[in-house]
Nanobody, 116 residues
């Protein structure tokens, strides 16, 4: 089955950094555009970054210049380097295909909390 497992979240002070990792199952991982999504309590799940199979990236305006998405197709891994973190970045972060498709279930996500 397709599975996604996120890791790397934690509690950091404003201005700090975290590196999130996503491990995906499946031998066709490299064919998909992958995205990082986040959801704060009481809010919608929003796409914050995406990366094509060839490595082209796009970012939400709220994270542009601070976050960097990358991937290693050989390892079925997607990463999100998060720098200059702000309290408003606090959310559960998920990885998945973009656009999302129902055959790729959402993982547990990883909690990022930015607080002083």
């Amino acid at each position: 089955q397709v599975q996604l497992v996120e890791s790397g979240g934690g509690l950091v002070e404003p201005g700090g950094s975290l590196r999130l990792s996503c491990k995906a199952s499946g031998s066709i991982f490299g064919l998909y555009t992958m995205g990082w999504y986040r959801q704060a309590p009481g809010k919608q799940r929003d796409l914050v970054a995406r990366i094509t199979s060839a490595g082209s990236t796009n970012y939400a305006d709220s994270v542009k210049g601070r976050f960097t998405v990358s991937r290693d197709n050989a390892k079925n891994m997607v990463y999100l380097q998060m720098n200059s973190l702000k309290p408003e970045d606090t959310a559960v972060y998920y990885c998945n295909t973009y656009p999302w498709q129902r055959s790729w279930p959402w993982g547990q996500g990883t909690q990022v909390t930015v607080s002083s």
